[in-house]
C-alpha cells in the first residue's frame, strides 16, 4: 500500500509539473531578495509556501500577489541586526498585469503595465508538492528570465 501511495505521489507531482495555467498561478508567492537576486538572477525560484520565508533564514523577499486581473509586487525584508524580526522596510511596484502566453511548446510570463511589456520569464518547472498526505499544497515555479 505504501508503495502504491509513494508511485500515485510521483505521478502527481511529474504531471503537475509544467501545467500552469493562470489559475493555478493565482495567489501569493515569495522569493529570496538576498543580494538582491530577485532583480540580478536569470532564474528565479517562486514559493506559494507562507512558512517559506521563516523557514529559509533569509531576511529580504520579494512577493508576488496575482488576481485575475492584475500584479502587485512587493520587496521587503524582516531582520534586525539583532537577529531579531520584524517589519522593516517596504516597496511596492505600480500595479502590473501578468500575461501567459504559449510559444513554441513553452509558458511564457509577461508583466505589463499598460501595454508596454516590462518583463518576460519563461516557466521552468511548475510543481505543486506535500510534505506528507495531511499537509497542505505547495506550488514551486521556478521561473528563467528572458
Known sequence: MKNWVI?????????????ANKSALLGRWICTNKD????????IVFYSDSTFKNES?????V?????????????WNECLPDGRVR???YFSKPELQLNL???RRKKIIELVR????????????????RVDKDSQVIKILKLKRI
Open 101 to 103: 502566453k504559449k510559444v
Open 36 to 43: 538582491s537576486v530577485y532583480y540580478t538572477s536569470k532564474y
Open 114 to 129: 499598460g501595454k508596454e511589456v516590462v518583463e518576460q520569464f519563461k516557466i521552468i518547472e511548475f510543481s505543486e508538492q
Open 7 to 19: 508511485l500515485l505521489f510521483l505521478i502527481s507531482a511529474f504531471t503537475a509539473s509544467g501545467q
Open 57 to 61: 533564514n533569509q531576511c529580504e523577499f
Open 63 to 75: 512577493t508576488w500577489v496575482i488576481s485575475a486581473k492584475k500584479l502587485s509586487i512587493t520587496k
Open 87 to 89: 517589519f522593516s522596510s
